[in-house]
């Protein structure tokens, strides 16, 4: 095992990792901005590096600072967390270069799933389902409309570059085509530096159901069930839950066995998340794979009983995976919301202020807070608003939202917007405790819940 790693990251993530890191004896590097001096990630490192001025782009995307406070820290391996630089396959070379571990996939995998068409290739030949659609070369718009035709209307038009919602565009029927086409394909290029499209069938009703899978160097690979984040707000995230409701378990399964064969595909190494579309039907199609350790990843540690980072340290190191396909089970019901900094007046844009009060829910084998601020502290405009994630378990869903629903009356944050008092409605919401839903979930509660 490492005894000494660099975490380049700042927030409730990197918190969350030297926890799992100092439980395992090994020490923590931690790297700042000038804008995270004070922050709570500092203080619970062994040793901190400044990177930079607050501007991402000057500290913690600055692949070479991190590698000089790597070097003269004597960290040999450095965690990326998510965002930031967790999926840059250049970071990933860098470090290898200059002899440092990356906590991660390889930098072929990396790769391998940052084009979405490519992505695709990979998958439709490794037998995973996708959704019928068109991932070529060939990017002529007769050709591409053609191919909409043919899966039948509606379709999603995406950046095969995209990420975050970027560069999507349903059309509901033909004559929307070339204006959604040409809308999708400027979006792409001005936001990934790459106009090429992919076309799909747009599913109407799709839930979003992902896999957590695993896998060693010495060829093991296994899942660790599943999670459902259909409940979405312009394509992100608001609240997940494990395991996915209403799944028969030979579907599970079966989903397990794809995702497990996703990440085979790729030579994959370490934590990695196979995102699905679910239909009504039972049928689920490959979206994308994302090659690192997810923000909800907390709802699978709570019902597989297991410590994520921990597996991912182990294997980073060259240990086999701790446990195999038959040890792993699932326990009871998980829900996780991501409680941010944003005003539901102002349409939920991010807020920035100072956490004059704050009182988490106290923690308990019901209820996990992962946070990387402390009262006092400043949210600026500078990061991702997210302010903490609250997690809770219990036996079965209903338990684990009455939990959920205590937890959040509990919760008090003054100084500024938060998206509490939204977050409550929807954990109260009739619909969501019946599990009425999929992707369109927000957007057919709106009255309710705005
Ligand atoms: P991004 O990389 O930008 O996050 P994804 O391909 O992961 O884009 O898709 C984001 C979201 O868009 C999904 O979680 C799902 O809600 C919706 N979506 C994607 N593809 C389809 C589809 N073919 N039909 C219906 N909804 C889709």
Redesign the pocket.
């Known amino acids: 095992m490492f005894t000494k790693i660099l975490i380049a990251n700042r927030g409730e993530i990197a918190c969350r990792i030297i926890e799992t890191a100092h439980k395992m004896g090994v020490k923590c590097v931690a790297v700042y901005s000038e804008a995270d001096r004070n922050a709570r990630h500092v203080a619970l490192a062994d040793e901190a590096f400044l990177l930079g001025p607050a501007p991402s782009r000057d500290s913690y995307l600055r692949i070479d600072k991190i590698i000089e406070a790597a070097k003269i820290s004597g960290a040999q391996a450095v965690h990326p967390g998510y965002g930031f630089l967790s999926e840059n396959a250049e970071f990933a070379k860098a470090l290898a270069e200059n002899g440092l571990a990356f906590i991660g996939p390889p930098v072929g995998a990396i790769e391998a799933m940052g084009s979405?068409s490519a992505a695709k290739t990979i998958m439709e030949n490794a037998g995973v389902p996708l959704?019928p659609g068109y991932h070529g070369d060939d990017q002529s718009r007769e050709l591409i409309k053609a191919e909409a035709a043919r899966c039948g209307y509606p379709v999603?038009l995406?950046a095969v570059a995209?990420?975050?919602?970027?560069g999507?565009r349903v059309v509901w029927q033909e004559s929307e085509f070339d204006e959604a086409f040409d809308a999708a394909k400027r979006e792409g290029e001005s936001s990934f530096n790459n106009g090429d499209l992919l076309v799909?069938?747009?599913?109407t009703k799709?839930r979003?159901v992902e896999l957590q899978v695993f896998c060693d160097r010495h060829g093991n690979g296994v899942y660790l069930g599943d999670r459902d984040c259909s409940v979405?707000r312009r394509?992100q995230k608001v609240i997940e839950e494990a395991p996915a409701p209403n799944i028969s378990d030979e579907i599970r399964k079966a989903m397990g066995e794809s995702a497990v064969q996703a990440a085979k595909a790729i030579d994959y190494v370490g934590a990695g998340t196979v995102?699905f579309?679910y239909d009504e039907d039972g049928s689920y199609y490959f979206?994308?794979m994302n090659t690192r350790l997810q923000v909800e990843h907390p709802v699978t540690e709570l019902v597989t009983r297991q410590d994520l980072v921990e597996w991912q340290l182990r294997v980073a190191a060259g240990q086999p995976l701790p446990l195999a396909q038959s040890d792993i089970s699932l326990h009871g019901h998980s829900l996780e919301v991501r409680v941010y900094a944003e005003d539901p007046d102002a349409d939920f844009t991010p807020a920035t202020g100072t956490l004059d009060y704050l009182r988490t829910p106290v923690e308990s084998k019901y209820v996990r807070v992962d946070t990387g601020v402390i009262e006092g502290d400043t949210v600026s405009h500078y990061y991702d608003p997210m302010i903490a994630k609250l997690i809770v378990w219990d036996e079965s869903r209903e338990l684990a939202l009455t939990r959920m629903q205590q937890a959040l009356e509990d919760y008090r944050i003054c100084g500024l917007k938060t998206n509490l008092g939204f977050l409550s409605k929807l954990a109260g919401s009739e619909s969501f405790r019946r599990f009425d839903v999929d992707?369109g979930f927000i957007e057919r509660h709106h009255d309710q819940l705005f």
């Open positions: 979405k959704v999603l995406k995209g990420g975050g919602g970027k999507m799909e069938k747009y599913l799709p979003h979405q394509h995102e579309l979206m994308e992707t």
